[in-house]
């Protein structure tokens, strides 16, 4: 019987079939794995996902973690889960070998992880934190914090954090007040709250490192006064022993409508030991490392929970019973299964469309990183914004239509999907909203070296929009031809006011013409194959680029018309 968590033949697909993974074996990083190692990663990552993580997803919803005002207590299966996860060696999956890393493939890791993020994402959130922590600091830190605080994560002894917001300043980081100052003997004391900490405080492991973003004695106000420090919940010695506590309280625990399984803490650091990283008024810099490779990880949590929905739906459309087509009016004719019904059908393959395009785009992204090139870094730079919020929206719609699909019975706790839908909600929240991202990708991505990284966009989406059937690549190619207009036009004047007026309107567009792009080339690596599986790769194709395409258009409309009501208005007349 087939998964309702993933696709394993759609990720055969993507990988072997369209991004040839294989090849990438030729790579002297990557000359130690073969098809073979990728299927075993990705077998093991199957087997874990089914019988470690899925069983306690609804459990850890319904049983979220409690404070009692001195210890965080979480369900037990929460960490041994954990602790199956970190004895297969995929948390350190795609780190050198020199830290014990195996040096997998960004793209094969990804879709491994895919696996844990559709089983249960809230206790998979842990493990993604806890990476993205120590990726940054084998960049950025010191041989002495890498063997203190990032071989100890690797062993799955410690865990991570990234603590940004702040009660007063949200994700506005130019307001952040935390303080940190020297204390002598080369670490610094830091005082200060952070707000909405996943993972920030918990028992389950021997303590956790927090990466927090604070301002040192005498630096500027805004982003460029920002530091990054190492503020471990305990006190750890130079040979990793956990010592006394360190000067990291827990203020509270924030309760939310899904994630319900992972903390969310609000912290409060009170004279806490910290360890500066890198250089003064360079922490925002660092931290954009792990800030973008969490959005890439909220991307593909959104895609994971939006595919396990689709698969719930699709199985459930198949085997209940209701109504009769619309021709048949002998109400003594039996039952057909809903999936019989045009109108389930539809939100079948939109959803269909939505989660495997989004599973595409994160591949995709994720294979730019393992070919590294001044072309690749600057297309991913382009893309990352896209990546965390087009799946946040699209994606959750999948989790939406799989509800409707269910009838009254989705919108109960007696069905999974309800709960997918709560926890991919938060998605369009967290790591910068989907705002932040439409500001990102007009007011930065687009423009920067001068349109450098939109035309390299452009010029692979038409390359792939040519060698189509005409019917369906050539209004891609018109779109694209739009979207450089729209955007010239957007910056005519060089107000950021009146060009990012709308750019959420932007970001939507320029997401669904990179979803039709990737449909586009999937297309084409169906060509000359027969059987169902290929058959339904070419009608999500066909319906995405003839149901959802023309969506762009009107939103093009909107920007090339100059509007800047929502920039004018007074606040005042919403009543």
Known sequence: MSSKILSRRDLDFLLYEWLDVEALTARERFAEHSRE???????????????????HNRQSDLEEPTFDGVRVTVIPEVAAALKVFNETGLLSATMDDAVGGLQLPHVVARACFAWFQAANIATSSYSLLTAGNANLLLTHGTAAQIDRFVRPMLEGRFTGTMCLSEPQAGSALSDVLT?????????????????????????????????????????????????????????????????????????????????????????????????????????????????????????????ALGYTGYLHALDYARERTQGRPVADKDPLAPAVPIVRHPDVRRMLLASKSYVEGGLALILYAAKLLDEPSEDNDLLLDVLTPIVKAWPSQWCRLANDHAIQVHGGYGYTREYPVEQFYRDNR???????????????????????????????????????????????????????????????????NGDPTAALANSTAYLEATGHLVIAWLWLSQLAATEGKEGAFYDGKRLAARYFLTHELPRIAPLLDLLDSGDTLLADLDDAVLG
């Open 37 to 55: 190692t990728f299927d075993a990663f990705l077998d093991v990552s199957a087997q874990i996902a089914e019988r470690d993580f899925a069983p």
């Open 179 to 303: 303080r940190a100052t020297p204390a002598g003997d080369g670490t610094y004391r830091v005082n200060g709250s952070k707000m909405w900490i996943s993972g920030g405080d918990h028992e389950l492991s021997e303590t956790i490192v927090h990466l927090v973003l604070a301002r040192a004695a005498g630096a500027p106000a805004g982003v460029k006064g920002l530091s990054l420090f190492i503020v471990p919940k305990h006190h750890v010695e130079d040979d990793g022993t956990v010592g006394e506590r360190n000067g990291v309280s827990l203020a509270g625990l924030n309760h939310k409508m899904g994630y319900r399984g992972t903390t969310n803490a609000v912290l409060s650091f009170d004279d806490a030991t910290g360890y500066l990283v890198g250089e003064e008024g360079k922490g925002l810099a660092y931290m954009f490392q792990m800030m973008n490779e969490a959005r890439i990880g909220v991307g593909a949590g959104a895609v």
């Open 426 to 492: 938060l998605n369009s929240i967290h790591e910068g909203t989907d705002g932040i991202q439409g500001l990102d990708l007009l007011g930065r991505k687009v423009i920067m070296r001068g349109g450098a990284g939109l035309q390299l966009l452009i010029g692979r989406i038409v390359t792939t929009a040519v060698a189509a059937p005409p019917e369906l690549g050539q209004p891609v190619v018109a779109l694209c031809d739009r979207l450089a207009a729209t955007t010239r036009k957007l910056w005519a």
